[in-house]
């Protein structure tokens, strides 16, 4: 009796079993099912679309060609890259997709329950498209990688959705009167190439129209503001719609701040050191003053490389004209201080050529040589120390020293300027730096 409860119960979890797996594959039978008439509602609903397009679609007529009215287009560009914009091209590379909707009644069908989504490109061939482009783009690209990057969404309405990626390079005409403390506004335009506003509307997506991508930087400037508005393009064969995206830039002064005012300010604050040093250091005040004259050219020389050649002034044309005044001025003032000093030499070497004063017309005849050398020595050290008009007065006559008064005020003079010169200088400086970042950051 035991033997066989034992083979009951055996033979009952076999069943259970058996019934698991058939509900498996009951399952699985049941969701090929599914997916074969899912399979066969697609090709069903692709051989509706194909038997619309054959009957009485013609892709050159707008969807509302019949009806005499314009066909609406709404339009929105997801961007997905913005490149640097180049002063020197004044242009700037994107890449986005841009997307289109529009109305047709043509493609609705009762069967057709559900979006289908296509990139076909013999079906973007077969319906009818708006036919736009880019007035201010330079050049264009069509991404193919790894396929033709183009979607076609046709829902159950009729409303088409057309999709498509675009590499551009838009032009940007910028304003460098400000550079590089400037803002531009650029501008990306779609438009109607061969329908009129009588038979083609562009009209901007009424809920954001231009989207950045997330986490879309760039490295000069920053988007302070999208503006989208429409326009109208105006030619002798006919008015034509179009769109305007605006982009307000402000560009980015910490670059410029590191490569261009910083080195520069330092160069001028170094060639003011020849105020400190000694006249006579004529080897290092020349070195110093051509050294730093030959650096903020070549700083000058750098920057201009890389900006195109305009007609009007630039904010850093007069920063960088202002600095090559400053060190220019300070070699001059140099040169003049070293003329004043060296006057006083020259004035002493022309006294000792001068022929013996005349007493009664006729020269008076020295009777020996050692009393006259003993004087021009001593005139020597009163020339070239800094002994007062009177300590000179004491040890030589008074006739003997008839220019002592203007050395000294030479060499004074001399040095009172290079005095002056070190208050003076950065003093004008701050004052045109604050005058100038007033001005260009107003």
């Known amino acids: 009796m035991e033997l066989c409860l034992s083979c009951l119960a055996g033979d009952l979890v076999h069943v259970l079993d058996l019934a698991e797996g058939v509900a498996d594959v009951l399952e699985l039978h049941a969701s090929q099912v599914d997916a074969d008439a899912e399979i066969r ?14 009957k009485d679609y013609d892709r050159r007529a707008t969807p509302t060609n019949h009806l005499n009215n314009a066909t609406t287009v709404y339009c929105e ?18 890449d986005l997709y841009l997307r289109q909707k529009w109305q047709d009644e043509r493609l609705k069908h009762a069967e057709i329950t559900e979006a289908l989504d296509l ?15 880019f007035p201010n783009a330079k050049h264009a690209e069509f991404q193919y990688v790894t396929v033709p990057n183009v ?36 501008t990306m335009e779609v438009a109607s190439f061969s329908k009129t506003i009588e038979e083609l509307s562009l009209e901007w997506k009424t809920m954001n129209p231009v989207i950045m991508g997330k986490g879309l930087r760039m490295p000069q400037f920053e988007i302070v503001k999208i503006a989208a508005s429409d326009c109208q393009e105006s030619f002798h064969i006919g008015n034509y719609s179009c769109l305007v995206a605006e982009f307000h830039l402000s560009r980015s002064v910490g670059f410029h701040l590191i490569q261009s005012y910083l080195p520069t300010i330092l160069i001028v604050v170094i060639s ?14 020349t070195t110093l003053g051509v050294t730093t004259l030959l650096a903020v050219s070549s700083q000058s020389s750098g920057i201009q490389s890389g900006l195109p050649q305009v007609s009007y002034v630039k904010a850093i044309d007069v920063w960088m004209g202002t600095c090559t005044a400053f060190v220019f001025s300070a070699l001059l003032e140099f040169t003049f201080v070293n003329y004043m000093w060296r006057k006083q030499s020259v004035e ?5 050529k001068k022929s013996p004063e005349a007493v009664n017309g006729k020269a008076v005849a020295q009777s020996s040589e050692e009393p006259d050398l003993a004087v021009a020595v001593t005139m020597k050290k009163c020339a070239t120390t800094d002994d007062s008009v009177l ?7 008074h006739n003997m020293c008839p220019g002592r008064e203007t050395l000294t005020k030479y060499k004074v003079r001399a040095r009172r300027i290079d005095e002056l010169s070190r208050f003076c200088f950065p003093l004008i400086f701050a004052v045109f730096n604050l005058l100038y970042w007033s001005y260009y950051l107003s």
């Open 348 to 352: 002493i070497l022309d006294g000792k």
């Open 41 to 54: 509602g697609k090709l069903d609903h692709l051989q509706i679309l194909d038997g619309l397009l054959k």
């Open 391 to 397: 300590g000179c007065e004491s040890r030589v006559p």
């Open 272 to 285: 003011w050191v020849s105020f400190w040093m000694d006249v006579d250091s004529v080897p290092g005040r």
């Open 151 to 186: 979607l076609v969404r046709i829902n159950p309405d009729g409303e088409i959705l057309y999709m498509l990626r675009l590499k551009l390079t838009f032009s940007c005409m910028m304003d460098l009167s400000k550079f590089p403390l400037d803002s531009q506004v650029c």
């Open 77 to 94: 560009l997801y961007i997905r890259s913005f490149g640097s914009i180049s002063p020197a091209t004044m242009d700037y590379e994107v």
């Open 119 to 133: 990139n076909d490109p013999n079906l973007v061939k077969a319906i009818w498209k708006p036919e736009v482009y």
